[in-house]
């Protein structure tokens, strides 16, 4: 089992950049794929991004792509979201998500994540 913990999250203007960071508990971080998803008020939870366990394969929303970037550090069991040229538009809850899974596939799926964090909060202000 993992425990997840996000931060980074803020107040920004839109133009700006904003870096999520979430770090995983316990020694087999590498043995999860991990995806960011985000959920604003009144609408469901979405994809946002997503990156398998060794970071060769990634993907992302189009509504995104071109402007975030997903990352992550197995010796550091953490994982990454760089937000650049953020819009009003992007301000949601921002939630880390993880699954076990050794393959290079890349999952869209909420359902298909079994852990989660608390969320942090992105607001991108016109």
């Known amino acids: 089992q993992v425990q997840l913990v996000e931060s980074g999250g803020g107040l920004v203007q839109a133009g700006g950049s904003l870096r999520l960071s979430c770090a995983a508990s316990?020694?087999?971080?590498?043995?999860?794929?991990m995806g960011w998803f985000r959920q604003a008020p009144g609408k469901e939870r979405e994809f946002v991004a997503a990156i398998n366990w060794s970071g060769g394969s990634t993907d992302y929303a189009g509504s995104v792509k071109g402007r975030f970037t997903i990352s992550r550090d197995n010796a550091k069991n953490t994982v990454y979201l760089q937000m650049n040229s953020l819009k009003p538009e992007d301000t949601a809850v921002y939630y880390c998500?993880?699954?076990?899974?050794?393959?290079?596939?890349?999952?869209?799926?909420?359902?298909?994540?079994?852990?989660w964090g608390q969320g942090t909060q992105v607001t991108v202000s016109s």
């Open positions: 316990g020694r087999t971080f590498s043995s999860y794929a």
């Open positions: 998500a993880a699954r076990i899974d050794r393959s290079s596939s890349i999952r869209y799926n909420r359902h298909e994540y079994a852990y």
